[in-house]
């Protein structure tokens, strides 16, 4: 565990905590950031953390593990005083987001998950990531990454036609990562397990988005989750790809907003009367 995880931070309200997608940083949650406070800046409390390896955090010593990484987030809110927060991440931020569910349920007011699954990795995907993990380290390099993900299958069609800036912005990103970081990563994401059962006993308000033109998580994986979850929405994303908050803030944001209320209702509602 470590608790120095790097974050940005925006705002006064509800704490939201979110968390990145592979391999990029806290950097690819600007809109968010911005915009998700509100008006007054009294919104949402967004928490946008690197992590490890990531951005600006350190790596550390320890074997890959997502749960790791939950726990990162676990005391990130000690750190800053928050009891719960709604807890969101996109993909690989989903996995964390998940793992965070299963380990530190008390401390979860809601849940977002965007193109993300809840499915561990196949066999084939699993040879992938230590492929790509091997040739990041063997090279030094994340060209790799660049060459392979991008613009597809990291982002849609629309995205790759019509929004140059959202394409060099993730590139920069991707380049940005070190191979050591993509390599614990990787071996991370391939030992997960599912997480299907966890979230059928997640008790607050969820939020699923995924771009309808994602490559990478289907709107089907996306489907599974809010059926199980019990009290959940699903949000499609038109024209958008894996990076939702990137490729359509504005819809993403919208989303988010959405389940900021219910959250807040959800609170309301369980205060003890009196
Ligand atoms: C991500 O965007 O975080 C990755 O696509 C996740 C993965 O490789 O499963």
Do not use: C
Not at 265 to 273: D, F, N, Y
Request: hydrophobic content about 45%.
């Amino acid at each position: 565990m470590t608790d120095r995880l790097p974050v940005l931070n925006s705002g006064t309200g509800t704490p939201l905590v979110l968390l990145h997608a592979f391999p990029l940083s806290a950097r690819m949650w600007q809109r968010q950031l911005a915009e998700l406070p509100g008006r007054d800046g009294t919104e949402a409390r967004v928490l946008a953390p690197d992590l490890r390896g990531f951005g600006a955090a350190s790596q550390g010593d320890d074997e890959p593990s997502l749960d790791l990484l939950a726990d990162d987030v676990a005391l990130l809110l000690d750190r800053t005083g928050i009891e719960r927060a709604v807890v969101g991440g996109l993909s690989m931020g989903g996995y964390v987001a998940m793992a965070f569910a299963r380990r530190h349920a008390d401390r979860l007011a809601g849940l977002l998950l965007a193109d993300t699954k809840a499915t561990p990795d196949t066999e084939q995907a699993r040879a992938n990531r230590e492929r790509i993990a091997r040739a990041v380290l063997a090279r030094d390099s994340v060209q790799l990454l660049l060459d392979e993900q991008l613009p597809h299958p990291q982002l849609g069609a629309a995205t790759a036609r019509e929004r140059p800036e959202v394409v060099r912005q993730v590139r920069e990103l991707t380049a940005q990562a070190s191979p050591a970081a993509v390599a614990w990563a990787q071996r991370a994401m391939a030992a997960r397990g599912d997480s299907l059962e966890v979230l059928a006993g997640v008790a607050v308000p969820a939020l699923v988005v995924v771009g309808e033109e994602d490559a990478i998580t289907s709107v089907a994986d996306a489907r599974a989750m809010a059926d199980v979850l019990p009290d959940a929405e699903l949000r499609t994303v038109p024209r958008a790809g894996h990076l939702t908050a990137l490729e359509d803030p504005a819809a993403f944001n919208t989303a988010v907003r959405s389940l900021l209320a219910r959250t807040a209702s959800a609170a309301l509602r369980s205060r003890p009367q009196g």
